[in-house]
């Protein structure tokens, strides 16, 4: 009887140290091979190594990025990726990083999202029901439509541009004399197909990996925005964890944003050359300088909103 309840007991013990934890990931890129999927299998990967397969991370595909953090906050999803676009409408403060011709470039931007001014701005995730591990990158943010080259500010006058449920991107665009028509990334296609819209913005990634070239012709490198993209978790998951285990995510998170990044940087270079051999007509001659002038209204704007000083400090940024 004591040989039983020993074997038994040891039984336990090994069971529970084997104990396998199944997690859900979601991001809104269709494939494995582009920037969302590089850095879900950056994470997934570093995950499952560092905790000896202790938890296990099932990528699936969600196009609806406000979905997505509304699943995240109840609990329904594990890990989410996605761009900042829709994280303002929950996490208010983000929306700084949204400004127009913010950052120079990209060493600029991810400097300062990896500095103590972004490590602020991820710790006001967690009293809106989100944990944010990491800042990651969706990238520096170009004009696409099916009318017309766009070369300076009044080119864009009047087009319809679907932007992502974003005041700061909508307000831009509306000061350029563009109408704004914000909708789920998930409703952009038909909406093109049927010149619902005219246009749309993203980065080369996106562009690339959704081949938004079957459904536009002209690709203008305007670089308006560099658009962030956050590792978050939900809270009804990560709180139960140890400190040693959260400390492993936010390692993993870190492995997934090298890869997310990485991607996005071998996509910028081969980007323009790649759209070209896919028929699109691409502009890389953007004076974006009308483009700032043209925003100079908007720009007072959000310095009220956000702070001056605050923008200034993150456009000053030195490494």
Not at 58 to 67: A, F, K, L, P, S
Not at 107 to 135: C, E, K, M, N, Y
Not at 172 to 179: D, M, N, P, W
Request: proline share 5%.
């Amino acid at each position: 009887m004591k040989l039983w309840l020993a074997l038994a007991a040891a039984g336990l013990i090994a069971g529970t140290a084997n104990a396998q934890t199944n997690l859900t990931l979601s991001h809104p890129l269709p494939t494995a091979n582009t920037h969302y999927g590089a850095g879900a299998t950056g994470f997934k990967e570093a995950l499952e190594r560092l905790t000896n397969n202790r938890f296990r991370v099932t990528i699936q595909r969600n196009d609806n990025e406000r979905e997505m953090i509304e699943s995240l906050q109840i609990g329904t999803i594990d890990i989410v990726i996605t761009s900042t676009g829709p994280v303002g409408n929950f996490v208010p403060d983000t929306r700084i990083v949204d400004i127009p011709f913010l950052f120079r470039d990209y060493d600029h931007a991810r400097g300062v999202l990896d500095s103590p001014i972004g490590q602020d701005l991820l710790a006001r995730f967690t009293p809106r029901g989100i944990i944010a591990l990491a800042w990651t990158e969706n990238g520096f943010r170009n004009l696409t439509n099916s009318r017309r080259e766009v070369n300076a500010p009044e080119d864009i006058r009047g087009l319809k541009v679907r932007t992502m449920e974003n005041q700061v991107h909508m307000r831009a665009f509306s000061q350029l004399g563009a109408l704004p028509t914000p909708m789920a990334f998930s409703e952009l296609v038909p909406a093109l197909q049927q010149g619902t819209v005219d246009g749309q913005e993203n980065p080369l990634s996106v562009i690339l990996g959704n081949n938004l070239n079957q459904v536009q012709k002209f690709i203008s490198m305007t670089r308006h925005v560099y658009s962030p993209a956050v590792i978050m978790a939900a809270p009804s998951m990560f709180n139960r964890l140890s400190a040693a285990d959260q400390a492993l995510f936010r390692q993993a998170a870190a492995a997934g944003s090298k890869a997310q990044r990485d991607k996005v940087s071998a996509d910028e270079a081969s980007g323009v050359e790649e759209l070209r051999r896919r028929g699109m007509t691409v502009n890389t001659a953007v004076d974006t300088s009308k483009f700032v002038e043209a925003l100079r209204p908007a720009f007072a704007d959000f310095g009220r909103e956000f702070g001056a000083d605050r923008i200034a400090a993150i456009q000053n940024w030195k490494p």
